[in-house]
């Protein structure tokens, strides 16, 4: 679609948070287990849940299992397969959920655990990188979508590990959740004699939009009931009492987790249960027993991860200490992040993407927007950006259209840009109607999707309608009005330019309407006009 561009400024501004209802973004939701863990147990409970979750964006979705398997060579390489759900181009919600299992190489009590997260997590981070490994996203990564890992004990480690090689390449990742993490023999845990294996250790790095650390801590002794870590960097919710449930607190972090995205009671992720008793010990009054908590945190559930309330109590911890504050983005300055040890700043990002001004507005009216992204090794490459309005919430599959574009330079991997932009819709071109908006980065073959938090009503233009000349034909008289689509036009008659009387309304379906006027052979003369109603 044709837009006006009508101008772009760099500001070194906090984000403005407007109060608009709130369009979940569009992403891949990628779930995790730990030693001795598979994702028939509770991730695929945890998952099929999430697109019943009360604040999911549509009816239908897509969800895949990634997992191993060996070669000729005995290698273990990955594998996807889709488990459910539809086709990525078919599903208006534009999401993608994603259980990674490991369980042949995560360990297991009597075999202990040969491989360390920091051998395995290169596998999962070349899948979500390449543009062929899930052929139905149509020569797509899946590292285009905003991403949310989440991962358990030492699928914690494994998500930060994934964090910090999708990094080396300038990916960001919008949201690590990690669920009680215990990298093994790493972060001060001690799991010999069980094993010898070294984690990478358990880091929020600087390409992570937002983290939120769930954990609890016990006195147990080998190793029979492990314990998790506060993350620097992340939201941490000490989880105090977990009393219940699979009557052992490490599994019931994740069961904890569960009971954010099934909020009905009982919930059970088919190995333990939430019953109203684990609802009124296991979250607080902020969190009205698992809806403000979690998932809430997610795009999904777009809460508020700016906010500086703090749901577990005075002192506990606010949620906007999970964001990232190397730039400010919204939360202030602090050093609240683990440098990358490389970022060849390969892959471009947006990192956040909003409507600046109210989100109802007529055909034709100018808007402001603003994006703040991050690419290339230095100042001295370019990216395009890409606004389009959209029908659904599925970038890929094809019912869109640009409303603007302009070329941006490169920022370097230590700097974040944020570019303040008008626009104005063609009223010859876009519909009225209620819109998502996202945007595309893209450079050297690689690009990257972000939805604006808001919906866009557009109203029909103001712009007034034209009659063309009229025609006499047999008595009648005919012409058109001529306008834009959804505009509601009222004829009005004259015979003396003082005196107006409707003879006829329309709804325009399209920009031209041909009238009638079966009177006209009554009056000697008649004058017309087309006015917009009220």
Same mark, same amino acid.
């Given at each position: 679609?044709?837009?006006?561009?009508?101008?772009?400024?760099?500001?070194?501004?906090?984000?403005?948070?407007?109060?608009?209802?709130?369009l979940?973004?569009?992403g891949?939701?990628?779930?995790?287990?730990?030693?001795?863990g598979?994702?028939?147990? @509770?991730?695929?409970?945890?998952?099929?849940?999430?697109?019943?979750?009360?604040?999911?964006?549509?009816?239908?979705?897509?969800?895949?299992?990634?997992?191993?398997?060996?070669?000729?060579?005995?290698n273990?390489?990955?594998?996807?397969?889709?488990?459910?759900?539809?086709?990525?181009?078919?599903a208006?919600?534009?999401?993608?959920?994603?259980?990674?299992?490991?369980?042949?190489?995560?360990?297991?009590?009597?075999?202990?655990?040969?491989?360390?997260?920091?051998?395995?997590?290169?596998?999962?981070?070349?899948?979500l990188?390449?543009?062929?490994?899930?052929?139905?996203?149509?020569?797509?990564?899946?590292?285009?979508?905003?991403?949310?890992?989440?991962?358990?004990?030492?699928?914690?480690?494994?998500?930060?590990?994934?964090?910090?090689?999708?990094?080396?390449?300038?990916?960001?990742?919008?949201?690590?959740?990690?669920?009680?993490?215990?990298?093994?023999?790493?972060?001060?845990?001690?799991?010999?004699?069980?094993?010898?294996?070294?984690?990478?250790?358990?880091?929020?790095?600087?390409?992570?939009?937002?983290?939120?650390?769930?954990?609890?801590?016990?006195?147990?002794?080998?190793?029979?009931?492990?314990?998790?870590?506060?993350?620097? =960097?992340?939201?941490?919710?000490?989880l105090?009492?977990?009393?219940g449930?699979?009557?052992?607190?490490?599994?019931?972090?994740?069961?904890?987790?569960? =009971?954010?995205?099934?909020?009905?009671?009982?919930?059970?992720?088919t190995?333990?249960?939430?019953?109203?008793?684990?609802?009124?010990?296991w979250?607080t009054?902020?969190?009205?027993g698992?809806?403000?908590?979690?998932?809430?945190?997610?795009?999904?559930?777009?809460?508020?991860?700016?906010?500086?309330?703090?749901?577990? =109590?005075?002192?506990?911890?606010?949620?906007?200490?999970?964001y990232n504050?190397?730039?400010?983005?919204?939360?202030?300055?602090?050093?609240?992040?683990?440098?990358?040890?490389?970022?060849?700043?390969?892959?471009?990002?947006?990192?956040?993407?909003?409507?600046?001004?109210?989100?109802?507005?007529?055909v034709?009216?100018?808007?402001?927007?603003?994006?703040?992204?991050?690419?290339?090794?230095?100042a001295?490459?370019?990216?395009?950006?890409?606004?389009?309005?959209? /029908?659904?919430?599925?970038?890929?599959?094809?019912?869109?259209?640009e409303?603007?574009?302009?070329?941006?330079?490169?920022?370097?991997?230590?700097?974040? /840009?944020?570019?303040?932009?008008? @626009?104005a819709?063609?009223?010859?071109?876009?519909?009225?109607?209620?819109?998502?908006?996202?945007?595309?980065?893209?450079?050297?073959?690689?690009g990257?999707?972000?939805?604006?938090?808001?919906?866009?009503?557009?109203?029909?233009s103001?712009?007034?309608?034209?009659?063309?000349?009229?025609? /006499?034909?047999? =008595?009648?008289?005919?012409?058109?009005?001529?306008?834009?689509?959804?505009?509601?036009?009222?004829?009005?008659?004259?015979?003396?330019?003082?005196?107006?009387?409707?003879?006829?309304?329309?709804?325009?379906?399209?920009?031209? @309407?041909?009238?009638?006027?079966?009177?006209?052979?009554?009056?000697?003369?008649?004058?017309?006009?087309?006015?917009?109603?009220?």
């Amino acid at each position: 679609m044709p837009s006006r561009y009508v101008g772009s400024v760099f500001i070194p501004l906090a984000l403005l948070c407007l109060t608009q209802p709130r369009l979940r973004a569009a992403g891949v939701t990628l779930i995790t287990h730990g030693f001795s863990g598979n994702v028939t147990d @509770w991730i695929i409970p945890m998952a099929q849940k999430i697109p019943a979750y009360y604040r999911f964006p549509g009816t239908n979705f897509s969800c895949y299992e990634i997992y191993f398997i060996q070669d000729g060579q005995g290698n273990y390489v990955p594998t996807q397969s889709r488990i459910g759900g539809v086709l990525p181009t078919n599903a208006e919600s534009g999401e993608i959920i994603v259980k990674l299992d490991w369980s042949q190489l995560a360990g297991s009590v009597f075999g202990g655990a040969p491989y360390s997260t920091t051998d395995v997590a290169p596998a999962f981070a070349s899948a979500l990188l390449s543009t062929n490994f899930i052929p139905e996203l149509g020569g797509r990564a899946l590292v285009e979508l905003p991403l949310h890992l989440i991962g358990h004990s030492r699928g914690g480690s494994m998500m930060c590990e994934i964090t910090r090689l999708l990094g080396a390449q300038g990916v960001w990742v919008d949201h690590l959740t990690t669920l009680d993490p215990h990298p093994l023999n790493n972060d001060g845990f001690d799991d010999r004699p069980i094993t010898f294996t070294v984690d990478g250790p358990a880091r929020v790095y600087a390409n992570v939009l937002f983290a939120d650390n769930y954990y609890q801590q016990n006195s147990s002794i080998f190793g029979i009931d492990p314990s998790g870590e506060p993350l620097t =960097g992340a939201y941490n919710r000490y989880l105090s009492n977990l009393s219940g449930g699979y009557s052992q607190s490490h599994s019931d972090v994740h069961l904890w987790y569960h =009971g954010t995205t099934d909020l009905v009671t009982p919930a059970t992720d088919t190995q333990a249960n939430i019953t109203a008793a684990e609802r009124q010990l296991w979250w607080t009054t902020y969190e009205s027993g698992g809806v403000d908590a979690g998932v809430y945190w997610s795009l999904i559930g777009h809460g508020n991860r700016l906010s500086n309330d703090e749901p577990a =109590g005075a002192g506990a911890g606010q949620v906007r200490d999970g964001y990232n504050k190397v730039w400010d983005l919204g939360a202030g300055l602090a050093s609240n992040r683990q440098p990358l040890p490389a970022n060849n700043g390969t892959w471009p990002n947006l990192i956040q993407f909003n409507l600046l001004t109210t989100n109802t507005f007529t055909v034709g009216a100018t808007n402001r927007m603003n994006f703040y992204y991050q690419y290339g090794p230095d100042a001295n490459t370019t990216a395009k950006v890409q606004v389009f309005l959209d /029908n659904d919430l599925d970038p890929i599959n094809g019912d869109v259209g640009e409303v603007y574009q302009q070329t941006v330079p490169g920022t370097g991997t230590n700097a974040v /840009n944020v570019i303040t932009f008008q @626009w104005a819709t063609n009223p010859t071109s876009v519909v009225p109607g209620t819109y998502a908006i996202y945007a595309r980065i893209s450079a050297g073959g690689k690009g990257r999707y972000l939805y604006a938090p808001e919906t866009l009503t557009l109203t029909p233009s103001l712009m007034p309608p034209l009659l063309t000349s009229p025609v /006499n034909y047999n =008595g009648q008289v005919q012409f058109a009005v001529n306008g834009f689509t959804g505009q509601k036009v009222i004829v009005q008659a004259s015979t003396n330019l003082a005196a107006w009387d409707f003879i006829g309304t329309n709804t325009l379906a399209g920009s031209t @309407w041909s009238f009638v006027d079966v009177q006209a052979a009554n009056y000697a003369r008649r004058f017309y006009r087309a006015v917009l109603a009220p």
